[in-house]
């Protein structure tokens, strides 16, 4: 008898408990109106903002990675072969350089898959250092169309 | 043997075909490394996106509707219906409205969510440009989207 009383409570409270976030969607929701995402974001390690945005069939086309706290080269590209290790990125094209200073300035690499392009700022730097510190970077994929290129 | 060999020419033209695109992840990859998403992007209709930030738990904290070109304002209360039914919103509670020569701001208050719009002018037009649903007892993931 105590046991039937105590499910019909728990069975009374539960949709109580839940009634204030019943009414907002959950990721799935919105795929069954809208389909697949044109773009996720994430907050990868270290305070990093990570957007993606895919094709029509869903692969990534373009990735946009961009740093709350500016990094120096070396730890900046071990973030980069997490997300794109160098064997997935075919061989090495060329790449290209542009400085507005002595620490700032952007620059390019092609490779057969992908390009990595990146933008580095005095923002940081440490005594000493002979390079900026990289703020933000963008791969894109070879070949493959994003969904969002028209709406940008 | 005919067959045989048509197949393993498919099965190689197959592979070959999607050599280029095998470096290029799917959602599923990046979920598997970061967990879920924070914000996810959907086309909802040509040239309008509605860019959705969740909750920890992974419930929509706020919705954004951007349009890429000005839209009549009931292109956006019919968009507005789609994502937040009016059932769902709770009672009225105010109601704001800003406005100069060419821009708006509309802020209407619910019980559960706060729903703002910007209108614009570009040009002679005049119309929508975006709308902001905020759900008042769901805490985005990212503290900037609060």
């Given amino acids: 008898m105590f046991q039937k009383w105590t499910i019909t409570l728990i069975s009374l409270l539960l949709p109580f408990l839940f009634l204030p976030h019943a009414f907002s969607q959950v990721s799935s929701d919105w795929q069954n109106h809208y389909g697949l995402p044109a773009s996720e974001r994430y907050l990868i390690h270290d305070g990093i903002i990570m957007t993606v945005f895919y094709s029509e069939e869903g692969r990534t086309c373009k990735l946009i990675l961009e740093l709350a706290k500016p990094q120096p080269p070396a730890s900046f590209n071990r973030i980069l072969d997490e997300i794109i290790p160098l064997n997935e990125r075919g061989k090495e094209i060329h790449s290209i350089g542009l400085s507005t200073g002595p620490f700032a300035g952007i620059s390019s690499v092609d490779y057969e898959r992908v390009r990595i392009a990146s933008v580095s700022s005095a923002t940081a730097v440490a005594e000493g250092a002979t390079t900026g510190n990289i703020i933000s970077a963008t791969i894109y994929w070879k070949g493959v169309q994003c969904r969002l290129s028209q709406h940008k | 043997m005919f067959q045989r060999s048509t197949s ?139």
């Fill in chain 2, 8 to 146: 393993i020419i498919i099965v190689l033209t197959v592979l070959f075909l999607s050599l280029p695109f095998g470096a290029a992840q799917m959602s599923g990859d990046w979920r598997k490394h970061y967990g879920p998403p924070e914000a996810e992007r959907y086309i909802v209709r040509d040239a309008i996106t509605i860019t959705v930030f969740y909750s920890g738990e992974g419930r929509t904290c706020k919705a954004v509707i951007e349009a890429a070109k000005l839209q009549p304002p009931n292109i956006f209360e019919d968009l507005l219906n789609e994502v937040t039914p009016p059932s769902t919103r709770g009672k009225r509670v105010r109601s704001i409205g800003l406005s100069s020569s060419a821009n708006g701001l509309g802020v209407r208050e619910y019980e559960r969510v706060t729903i703002s719009l910007i209108t614009t002018a570009q040009g002679d037009a005049k119309g929508v440009q975006s709308a902001t649903i905020q759900w008042k007892e769901v805490q985005c993931k990212s503290p900037k989207q609060n």
